[in-house]
């Protein structure tokens, strides 16, 4: 690929923004650092977390403006945390070299090489002669796609595997269109469809990705967290089970969905340009391509098995609430390949437990591209990657910005920020009428997950919102399910959601774009999560809206 491309263009992207924005966006920013840093300290805040507090604002602030490149805005926490006694450096630097930075890394080395060999070309002209070449169409056909993916698999695989696709689809239509359309003023009205397409397809792919998750317990971080912290904190109390869960919840999903997919293609025209080709159009370029090379062949392989690998690396059990029994429905490979490193490797137990991660299984593939070579056109054999087309093309601004996000998440929590937030938050609550009380939590989880980590968000608040139930006399999960499913629904920043870092990469969207969209979307998260607490997640779960459980109460007081 060309340095035209999207993955080229990343570094572009990075360094956009109106001059006059990016001039307000960096006094501003550092108006808000100093005014925060010299404040009196609120009760209950220790210093370092509001120290901690104020360079989040200057972050946020540049980030929103870009008032200087993106990447650099996630470099800040590497030279203020230890400068402001936040956090070591050393702690800091951690953040930016965990599992979830190297599954993206891992994932876009493998997404490089379908590019390289061309398999995402092929596939995305069997995606477009099956969807028909209505744009909205073809943004609905990604959503659904990746939706029921995530709902398996973690957001941020199920997102690298559908960029690749993706980004193959819209260049191939600007090509294949451009080629029907004689007159210049034809050319530019398809960019500018284009353009709008390629914005609701790659946002599309991240909401739907985040929106898949919340249909079943295993299909975020934040659904397990919710389920571990469940069990510890009320020990007597009725296990949420999937089929309690995915009755409130995959509604939700759809839902989101639908809304998602109003917001992102109701200005999109019908058809691309005035002579729209039909399937017969792209039946014709697919056997142009030919037959497959031996490349996309072994891409094609490892693609299969990737995909595998990552849905069957957890079981997936279903929780009978009648019997108390957990039914294996489809077994892992995961806990079996630990038991295996115990058993035959002597390995420690507790190293084994949680030994492979998603991460691992996108480092062990990418590296096999290394390794494989296969038999070219001319005769001779290439490598199916090469470390020169990783170099050139991985976007490592975006990994810095991942490892800028989990800086920070990782700090809120060290410094208690977070804490602080959440008591505040329920000291200020008390005697707010249920449906308003919930409605804040959930308003507030949402936003503040687009600064900090969902996970680290989640388990930081639910203890605090699970005393603030039993202190209010009200059912805990009326709090905490909804605190936990509306951590998935941030949507407005590259940093809140891996898979919306990951399209924010693609550079076909920009932050404003993101903002915009994001926004709504979480105002709907919101109020539907707020609306289905009360009418489906009350009555399915026998929750009383009038008294505490006797479980809770027995549970605190042991």
Same mark, same amino acid.
């Given at each position: 690929?060309?340095?035209?491309?999207?993955?080229?263009?990343?570094?572009?992207?990075?360094?956009?923004? $109106?001059?006059?924005?990016?001039?307000?966006?960096?006094?501003?920013?550092?108006?808000?650092?100093?005014?925060?840093?010299?404040?009196?300290?609120?009760?209950?805040?220790?210093?370092?977390?509001?120290?901690?507090?104020?360079?989040?604002?200057?972050?946020?602030?540049?980030?929103?403006?870009?008032?200087?490149?993106?990447?650099?805005?996630?470099?800040?926490?590497?030279?203020?945390?230890?400068?402001?006694?936040?956090?070591?450096?050393?702690?800091?630097?951690?953040?930016?070299?965990?599992?979830?930075?190297?599954?993206?890394?891992?994932?876009?080395?493998?997404?490089?090489?379908?590019?390289?060999?061309?398999?995402?070309?092929?596939?995305?002209?069997? *995606?477009?002669?099956?969807?028909?070449?209505?744009?909205?169409?073809?943004?609905?056909?990604?959503?659904?796609?990746?939706?029921?993916?995530?709902?398996?698999?973690? $957001?941020?695989?199920?997102?690298?595997?559908?960029?690749?696709?993706?980004?193959?689809?819209?260049?191939?239509?600007?090509?294949?269109?451009?080629?029907?359309?004689?007159?210049?003023?034809?050319?530019?009205?398809?960019?500018?469809?284009?353009?709008?397409?390629?914005?609701?397809?790659?946002?599309?792919?991240?909401?739907?990705?985040?929106?898949? @998750?919340?249909?079943?317990?295993?299909?975020?971080?934040? $659904?397990?967290?919710?389920?571990?912290?469940?069990?510890?904190?009320?020990?007597?109390?009725?296990?949420?089970?999937?089929?309690?869960?995915?009755?409130?919840?995959?509604?939700?999903?759809?839902?989101?969905?639908?809304?998602?997919?109003?917001?992102?293609?109701?200005?999109?025209?019908?058809?691309?340009?005035?002579?729209?080709?039909?399937?017969?159009?792209?039946?014709?370029?697919?056997?142009?391509?030919?037959?497959?090379?031996? @490349?996309?062949?072994?891409?094609?392989?490892?693609?299969?098995?990737?995909?595998?690998?990552?849905?069957?690396?957890?079981?997936?059990?279903?929780?009978?609430?009648?019997?108390?029994?957990?039914?294996?429905?489809?077994?892992?490979?995961?806990?079996?390949?630990?038991?295996?490193?115990?058993?035959?490797?002597?390995?420690?137990?507790?190293?084994?437990?949680?030994?492979?991660?998603?991460?691992?299984?996108?480092?062990?593939?990418?590296?096999?591209?290394?390794?494989?070579?296969?038999?070219?056109?001319?005769?001779?054999?290439?490598?199916?990657?090469?470390?020169?087309?990783?170099?050139?093309?991985?976007?490592? @601004?975006?990994?810095?910005?991942?490892?800028?996000?989990?800086?920070?998440?990782?700090?809120?929590?060290?410094?208690?920020?977070?804490?602080?937030?959440?008591?505040?938050?329920?000291?200020?609550?008390?005697?707010?009428?249920?449906?308003?009380?919930?409605?804040?939590?959930?308003?507030?989880?949402?936003?503040?997950?687009?600064?900090?980590?969902? *996970?680290?968000?989640?388990?930081?608040?639910?203890?605090?919102?699970?005393?603030?139930?039993?202190?209010?006399? *009200?059912?805990?999960?009326?709090?905490?399910?909804?605190?936990? *499913?509306?951590?998935?629904?941030?949507?407005?920043?590259?940093?809140?959601?891996?898979?919306?870092?990951?399209?924010?990469?693609?550079?076909?969207?920009?932050?404003?774009?993101?903002?915009?969209?994001?926004?709504?979307?979480?105002?709907?998260?919101?109020?539907?999560?707020?609306?289905?607490?009360?009418?489906?997640?009350?009555?399915?779960?026998?929750?009383?809206?009038?008294?505490?459980?006797?479980?809770?109460?027995?549970?605190?007081?042991?």
């Amino acid at each position: 690929m060309s340095d035209s491309s999207p993955h080229a263009r990343l570094r572009d992207d990075f360094d956009r923004g $109106n001059p006059v924005w990016q001039r307000i966006g960096l006094w501003s920013g550092l108006a808000a650092f100093v005014f925060v840093m010299v404040l009196p300290a609120p009760d209950g805040l220790s210093p370092a977390a509001q120290r901690l507090a104020a360079a989040t604002m200057l972050m946020a602030i540049l980030w929103v403006s870009q008032a200087i490149p993106i990447a650099a805005t996630a470099l800040i926490p590497l030279a203020i945390y230890p400068l402001l006694g936040i956090q070591s450096a050393g702690d800091v630097s951690q953040a930016y070299v965990n599992a979830n930075i190297f599954l993206f890394f891992g994932g876009f080395i493998f997404a490089l090489g379908i590019e390289k060999w061309g398999l995402h070309r092929r596939i995305a002209l069997h *995606v477009v002669y099956v969807l028909g070449g209505s744009p909205s169409r073809i943004v609905l056909g990604f959503m659904i796609a990746t939706a029921f993916l995530s709902m398996w698999i973690s $957001n941020t695989a199920t997102t690298m595997l559908m960029l690749p696709i993706a980004l193959a689809l819209l260049q191939t239509l600007g090509e294949v269109y451009a080629a029907t359309e004689t007159l210049a003023s034809g050319r530019q009205e398809i960019q500018r469809v284009l353009s709008r397409l390629g914005t609701g397809l790659m946002l599309g792919i991240a909401y739907s990705a985040s929106c898949g @998750g919340l249909a079943t317990l295993i299909g975020t971080p934040t $659904n397990v967290t919710f389920l571990g912290q469940w069990g510890q904190l009320f020990p007597d109390a009725p296990s949420v089970s999937m089929g309690e869960w995915m009755p409130v919840f995959l509604p939700l999903t759809c839902m989101m969905l639908f809304s998602s997919y109003l917001v992102l293609t109701w200005k999109l025209p019908k058809h691309l340009g005035e002579h729209n080709p039909g399937r017969s159009f792209f039946s014709a370029r697919l056997r142009e391509l030919g037959k497959p090379s031996h @490349g996309e062949r072994a891409m094609l392989i490892v693609f299969v098995v990737t995909a595998l690998l990552w849905v069957f690396r957890t079981p997936l059990q279903f929780h009978d609430s009648t019997t108390g029994e957990n039914w294996t429905l489809l077994p892992g490979w995961g806990p079996w390949y630990e038991s295996f490193l115990v058993n035959h490797f002597h390995a420690d137990t507790a190293i084994a437990k949680g030994a492979v991660h998603d991460a691992t299984v996108a480092m062990t593939m990418a590296l096999l591209l290394f390794f494989l070579s296969v038999r070219t056109s001319k005769g001779g054999r290439e490598r199916l990657i090469d470390w020169e087309t990783v170099e050139h093309k991985m976007p490592w @601004g975006i990994v810095l910005l991942l490892g800028g996000g989990f800086a920070i998440a990782a700090a809120f929590n060290e410094t208690g920020l977070s804490a602080w937030l959440g008591e505040s938050l329920a000291r200020s609550l008390t005697g707010v009428p249920l449906p308003v009380l919930v409605c804040c939590i959930c308003l507030m989880m949402t936003f503040l997950t687009e600064f900090t980590s969902n *996970v680290a968000t989640v388990s930081t608040f639910l203890p605090i919102l699970a005393g603030t139930a039993v202190t209010l006399g *009200v059912d805990p999960r009326l709090l905490m399910i909804p605190a936990t *499913v509306t951590a998935s629904c941030a949507f407005m920043l590259p940093i809140a959601t891996p898979p919306n870092a990951i399209v924010f990469a693609s550079g076909q969207v920009t932050m404003g774009q993101m903002m915009r969209h994001g926004l709504i979307l979480n105002l709907l998260g919101v109020s539907f999560v707020t609306a289905l607490t009360f009418w489906v997640l009350v009555p399915i779960m026998g929750i009383s809206l009038e008294s505490l459980p006797d479980w809770a109460v027995l549970s605190v007081d042991r």
